[in-house]
């Protein structure tokens, strides 16, 4: 009998795509994939990006070991962690969490065959973790997704080199490392070729690509531009860009390729002057007032994400009413908030000026109501047009508007395929959510 595995995947899409590479691995070894109450190897991928993530990670690993207890055979199954929490604590959780039988690091995911015949052997080392992450797996070789057949995550690089004040992922995931374009485009065309309809483009600076190795004369616009060349009929999404690093050229890039959608992630935390230089974001309020103008101006129809931060270390009541009106201005189609998470081992753990928390959490309700507000206007001025969609499953699709998981869906006829492109009309709209003619649960 083969021997059975299962993956619990946490956190982030570049955190899934580990989670598709681990199993990928596993499987082409000859073991099976089942339900995580039945496997022998239970792997927890985690993320360690902000308190509540690492807490999710701890509650969640211990809750499976609670009904790994449960079973008739307690000893039969192994559990590994594996990802961001495990690589950034490893020493400590080995004390803490005996439930653990091992802990493996970013760097050593692609030695997870070995490693799980050392722990369901019991020959394990328990901590399989290096101090500094250096590795850039090659992605394009898995044959697994966790994604639906009709969209998928392609990683075009590991690792940051940016010195935000309050991330600790450069500390986890090492300096920044792209991958060969041709090895990515490899990958894209693969995924093409088998039917996908949309390719996530995702690193933690999308932006950045290429920059690590300046001699190779790679950059996002030529691998974007390459990708728009492929055969088929699919979109290209672009996630995590950074505002210090859009170019002229990939404005441009954007604008003129037609298989790119119309969406811009562009993560930018704050819009105060001080707050953006005290937390080492590189781009001033000037120049990201002008990249957005910019980007309306250019590509007709873009539709901008942003995410920001409440509360940073320094952050006044005046700071945070900049921030409002500057949401009110910009007038994001998409948009999060998160209070701020102070992160051990970071530069805005040690500033002074540590805003309460129960301020940040006061400030971030305050700018989650504004975006709400803009989405219900937005939402509603979508209402009479036609819009393109791809069929997440019976009845809700996705628009140019929404990534997979983190934004919002539009409801379309049940009788629409799933995996396929379709044009709708918007006949009504709440906020983030839109109906479109034959929808039927609106």
Known sequence: MRKTFAIDSLGCAKNLVDSELMADRLLAAGYKQVGADKAELLLVNTCAFIDSAKQEAINTTLAHARRREKRANPGGQKIIMTGCLSQRYAEELRNTMPEVDAFVGVDNEPDIVRIAEEVLTGNERKIYCTKVSKLLPDYGTREFHYTPPHFAYVKIAEGCNHACAYCAIPRIRGGYRSRPMANVLREIRSLVERGVREINIIAQDTT??????????????????????????????????????????????????????????????????????????????????????????????????????????????????????????????????????????????????????????????ELNMLLATNADEIGNACIGHTVRVLVDSPGIARGPWDAPDVDGAIHVSPSLPVGEFADVRIEDSIAYELFAEGAQDH
């Open 208 to 365: 950045y690509y290429g920059m690590d190795r300046p001699a190779s004369g790679e950059n996002l616009s030529a691998l974007l531009r390459a990708a728009n060349e492929l055969q088929g009929d699919f979109w290209l999404r672009v996630l995590y860009t950074h505002p210090a690093y859009w170019t002229d050229s990939l404005i441009t890039t954007f604008a003129e390729c037609e298989k790119i959608v119309k969406y811009v992630d562009i993560p930018l935390q704050h819009i105060a002057a001080h707050i953006l230089e005290e937390q080492r974001r590189r781009t001033g309020p000037e120049h990201i007032k002008k990249l957005l103008r910019k980007l309306r101006k250019e590509v007709p129809g873009i539709g901008l994400r942003s995410t920001f931060i409440s509360g940073l270390p320094g952050e006044t009541e005046k700071d945070h009413e900049e921030l409002c009106e500057f949401v009110r201005e910009f007038r994001f189609e998409r948009a999060g908030v998160f209070p701020y998470s102070r992160e051990e081992n970071t530069l805005a753990a040690k500033m002074d000026q540590q805003v309460h928390h129960a301020t940040r959490t006061r400030r971030a309700n």
